[in-house]
């Protein structure tokens, strides 16, 4: 069975950093690209980036080019998003997902990781 | 950037109705356009990509249609389990991106 499992809420300050994690399991990681994707509070869906943790070719949207690094380690196939200076606005669902090729959709997707920034 | 737009943005409908959600897109995008359900709390689910191919496991009442700049997802006979917000999103060029969301509400 496909499984993303996402590590836990996080209650950040502001300008603290962060990293969490996607560890996916019931296929083959490194054949597989993930991507991450923001769901801010009651708002919609916003495409973060893709990584191919096979060779760690990376894609970001222009919108968190440079706020977020997305990465994976394929020896304990997990893939991270992670923050160096983390923001309020930065306060959202965090969650990753699984697709086959670049030009298809997410088809499985993690539970979700809530950060919460706030001073 | 691909902009999407869905229409309408808020539906209210019946058990049993048929429903019909657009996604316009701000430039062609051939056939490279999923949809996908959520639900309160829940990640989204792969509905259909491909613009018209069910995703494995999807119950038959969906379908999608379109290709160029607009599409459609039916749900012939909405049935309680549907009432949820949709999204449509791109996979012609990067970035990826989603469109507003429909949300489909008890009438």
């Known amino acids: 069975e496909v499984q993303l499992v996402q590590s836990g809420a996080e209650v950040k300050k502001p300008g603290e950093s962060l990293k969490i994690s996607c560890k996916g399991s019931?296929?083959?990681?490194?054949?597989?690209?993930i991507g991450w994707v923001r769901q801010m509070p009651g708002k919609g869906l916003e495409w973060m980036g893709i990584?191919?943790?096979?060779?760690?070719?990376?894609r970001y949207s222009p919108s968190f080019q440079g706020q977020v690094t997305i990465s994976a380690d394929k020896s304990i196939s997990t893939a991270y998003l992670q923050w160096s200076s983390l923001k309020a606005s930065d306060t959202a669902m965090y969650y990753c997902?699984?697709?086959?090729?670049?030009?298809?959709?997410?088809?499985?997707w993690g539970q979700g990781t809530l950060v919460t920034v706030s001073s | 950037d691909i902009q999407l737009t869905q229409s309408p943005s808020f539906l209210s409908a019946s058990v049993g109705d048929r429903v019909t959600i657009t996604c316009r897109a701000s430039?062609?995008?051939?056939?490279?356009l999923a949809w996908y359900q959520q639900k309160p709390g829940k990640a989204p689910k792969l509905l259909i990509y491909a613009a018209s191919t069910l995703q494995s496991g999807v119950p038959s009442r969906f379908s999608g249609s379109g290709s160029g700049t607009e599409f459609t997802l039916t749900i012939s006979s909405l049935q309680p389990e549907d009432f949820a917000t949709y999204y449509c999103?791109?996979?012609?060029?990067?970035?990826?991106?989603f469109g507003p969301g429909t949300k489909v509400d008890i009438k």
């Open positions: 019931g296929y083959s990681f490194t054949s597989y690209w």
């Open positions: 997902a699984r697709l086959e090729a670049v030009t298809l959709p997410f088809d499985y």
């Open positions: 430039q062609g995008i051939s056939s490279y």
């Open positions: 999103q791109q996979l012609n060029s990067y970035p990826f991106t």
């Open positions: 990584i191919y943790p096979g060779d760690s070719d990376t």
